[in-house]
């Protein structure tokens, strides 16, 4: 396997020079080991830090150095920002902190009120910043974008991306792509039509639209029945990745609406459950791949899309890798879309496998009933949302999983504007509890190299290191490091709080800190001076 | 929340009902259909996907335990029912949601009461004696604590649910009630209720009372079983005539002192 090529020594230098985070500086993120600037750590998502202070070897020493308690309730799902000495932090319902890195001390609080009548499917949480110059940039659940002050957080601008009215709501950590500020929108289960947007990041102009969901007289609008494309949901929720060379934005979609009944929506329902890959320019659709045509289980595929250059069948291919919350692994061909590899990595029940062309090889049977019909995996996966990390170190890519199936009921459902648009409910098996595991597998292959198993459904996201770590939580409140060659746990913290988000790792004072959320707290570890 | 505060939020949940005293949904189809949708997602885990109950009462007969009118069952969605699992909904639901759901479940056809036919004075002395109910579960302050208190179970639970918990006790474990079993690094086996189960360790409390803690690395082998340890076979050591005077002293069980 080869990893893609680096950014020129000159362009590196040039941008750790400059305290400013530009289009350069954010190029070569990964090689910036005293900043975390964006979601993924680097425009491939790799969610990798060649830190090695904190190692296989030292691990079990680590310790809590401070601990920022919010005070705030909710889902804490960020991926904090860290740069030139402070952390940047958003919480749940509009919330949101600077922390001095040094005390965890808190710098500023910004806060705005969630409008009564904004609803989303699942709590109200936020997976972070973007950065750009000296401002940041973030959504608010009632669909909105802001811009911030880095320094004082005061807003500089807020620009409406829908109407939180008819049912969008926003969670997503934002990606700066060239001068735009890029995210995507939630809200398929209130019967949305979603999208991908680009702002300027200066005035908070809108600079295009990606409508996941054509409309009349687009390519793909023929994929839905009759009017079904109005409420068809394909939300964006999480952050996709961004090939400067290709100069081509990869985003996930989310499920077609409603969710579990697909009688309205006869089709493959385009761009629903697809890799969409856009012109970073003018937002023009260059290619798409689906996962799962025509989905009926909720089976989202808005999971990192990750840029790693693989060998397959001999072959150099610039490849995107991404863990389906249908139960299979991909590696797609991110030039063009084509179809490389399709791998089960959990149990699954309702397809033979992935046909040449890309597509599911279906096993009849599978289709949500008035009385339930029992497939595995169930709704939430296979892998969901949470974030994944891919280490050039070892060469693998690392992922968490549910396993186990549940029990699918459909009942026909009109759309109303603010109602959840489900489409019916499912069903946990009695006597066959929800499980999972975190897998190691092969990028070319899609080969399980190990896995270590979860007694509850996973609830972090994941983050490896240049020391051959592997970062996790749990649900149970656990916060631990796995040896990322062969799975085997090293230390462990229980914080006392449900770890729901991806840990991140920098340098500070020549030292190695790890800093995750857990509760509704961020804890930061070191080694012992 | 201060005290003020919370008294005025419980008055306004109240006001909120009575202002919406009829159902403005009733006898329509379509809000029947929603209402059938945010059942299934937001009611069934407890009552049953086809409403016809578990762990909460059914509610396909017709009659409800907190008045039968429509503003009756949309109070109970909105504020719960105290001392039950059945927790408000009206924070979470708009007035319109609850009366679709209110307007489902007035679509369901009565299916038969499902009140046992049984002598409750029999079956407590069954419960204490014969089957030795009582020296694993508790009513009021008499009993054992190492299986879920009853004290409330009529109320609770359908008839229907508590003849299979009698019959069939891992068909649906009450939460909290898995069996873990510890095999020490000396051989010893410590099986019991699960008070705590996760990668790293685990809290047994067994038939004794005695809590057992461990981490994963101490001991040989820790595994979970989400299988009853009441014992099965009272389908074969009582009789009909027993199980149903059993099943009608559970049903008795509100909360009142016995």
Not at chain 1, 318 to 334: Q, S, T, V
Not at chain 2, 209 to 233: A, I, K, N, Y
Request: aromatic residues 10%.
């Amino acid at each position: 396997m080869r990893v893609p090529s680096l950014c020129s020594v000159f362009l590196i230098g040039t941008a750790l020079a400059h305290g400013q985070v530009d289009q350069v500086t954010l190029r070569a993120a990964q090689q910036d080991d005293e900043s975390w600037l964006m979601y993924g750590r680097n425009y491939s998502a790799w969610r990798y830090s060649p830190l090695d202070e904190i190692d296989t070897g030292n691990v079990h020493r680590i310790s809590p150095v401070w601990i920022f308690q919010s005070g705030v309730s909710g889902k804490f799902q960020t991926t904090p920002l860290v740069r030139d000495g402070v952390m940047y932090v958003t919480g749940p319902s509009n919330h949101a902190w600077a922390l001095d890195l040094k005390t965890g001390r808190e710098l500023w609080h910004y806060s705005e009120p969630v409008p009564e009548g904004a609803v989303g499917c699942c709590g109200k949480p936020n997976r972070g910043f973007a950065v750009k110059g000296d401002r940041l940039y973030k959504v608010n659940f009632q669909a909105t974008l802001v811009a911030l002050e880095a320094s004082t957080g005061e807003v500089v601008w807020e620009v409406e991306l829908a109407d939180y009215r008819e049912g969008y709501s926003n969670t997503v950590a934002p990606l700066i792509v060239k001068d735009m500020v890029v995210v995507g929108i939630a809200g398929a289960e209130y019967g949305t039509r979603d999208f991908v947007d680009a702002y300027d990041a200066e005035t908070g102009r809108r600079v295009w639209r990606f409508w996941t969901v054509p409309g009349p007289g687009e390519a793909g609008n023929e994929t839905w029945a009759g009017d079904s494309w109005k409420h068809g949901g394909a939300s964006t929720w999480i952050t996709g990745s961004y090939d400067p060379d290709l100069n081509l934005i990869y985003w996930g979609t989310g499920n077609p609406g409603p969710d579990l009944d697909g009688t309205p929506r006869r089709g493959d329902n385009l761009y629903s459950d697809s890799m969409v890959a856009l012109d970073a320019d003018t937002g023009e659709l260059r290619w798409y791949f689906q996962f799962t045509p025509h989905d009926v289980h909720d089976w989202d595929a808005v999971a990192d899309p990750v840029l790693v250059d693989l060998e397959v069948d001999g072959e150099p291919r610039k490849g995107l890798i991404h863990a389906n919350r249908n139960g299979h692994y991909y590696a797609l061909d991110r030039t063009n879309g084509e179809f490389l590899v399709g791998r089960a990595y959990t149990e699954v029940t309702w397809a033979d496998g992935i046909g040449s062309d890309g597509r599911p090889i279906l096993i009849p049977g599978h289709e949500p009933t008035d009385e339930g019909t029992l497939t595995c995996p169930g709704l939430g996966g296979g892998h969901n949302w949470h974030a994944t990390s891919f280490s050039p170190l070892t060469g693998l890519y690392y992922f968490n999983s549910s396993d186990g199936c549940q029990i699918y009921h459909s009942a026909p459902q009109d759309y109303v504007q603010g109602e959840f648009y489900f489409g019916s409910a499912m069903e946990n098996v009695s006597g066959e509890p929800r499980e999972g595991s975190i897998l190691a597998v092969e990028p070319s292959t899609g080969d399980t190299r190990w896995r270590y198993p979860l007694v509850s459904p996973p609830s972090s996201g994941l983050l490896s290191t240049g020391g051959g770590l592997l970062f996790a939580g749990t649900s149970e409140g656990y916060f631990f490091a796995l040896d990322a060659r062969s799975g085997k746990p090293l230390w462990r913290l229980r914080t006392g709080g449900r770890v729901q988000a991806p840990a991140i790792t920098y340098r500070f004072g020549g030292r190695q800190y790890v800093a995750t959320a857990s509760g509704t707290a961020i804890f930061v570890f070191t080694l012992p001076q | 929340m201060r005290w003020g505060g919370l008294l005025l939020a419980l008055g306004g949940a109240l006001l909120s009902a009575q202002d919406v005293a009829s159902n403005p949904f009733r006898g329509d189809a379509k809000a029947a259909d929603l209402g059938k949708a945010s059942f299934r997602l937001r009611c069934s885990a407890c009552h049953g996907i086809r409403a016809d109950g578990g762990r909460g009462p059914a509610l396909n007969r017709g009659e409800f335990a907190a008045g039968d009118t429509d503003l009756d069952i949309y109070r109970v969605i909105a504020e719960g029912v105290p001392g039950t699992e059945m927790s408000g909904y009206a924070a979470r639901n708009s007035e319109e949601s609850i009366w679709r759901i209110v307007t489902f479940l007035r679509t369901l056809e009565a299916s038969p009461d499902d009140t046992i036919d049984g002598n409750a004075s029999q079956g407590e002395d069954i419960f204490w004696n014969q089957a030795g109910c009582g020296g694993c579960h508790r009513v009021g302050s008499r009993g054992g604590r190492f299986g879920p208190a009853l004290t409330r179970i009529g109320r609770a639970r359908s008839t229907e649910h508590l003849r299979a918990s009698l019959l069939d006790p891992d068909q649906d474990l009450p939460p909290g009630y898995y069996a873990v079993e510890i095999v020490t690094r000396d051989g010893q086996t410590i099986r019991g209720i699960g008070v705590g189960f996760d990668d790293f360790s685990a809290q047994v409390r067994d038939a004794a009372g005695q809590l057992h803690s461990f981490f994963r690395e101490e001991v040989r082998s820790m595994s979970r079983e989400f299988t009853s340890l009441m014992p099965d076979g009272y389908g074969d050591s009582l009789t009909d005539e027993q199980q149903r005077d059993l099943l009608a002293y559970l049903q008795s069980l509100h909360g009142e002192e016995q």
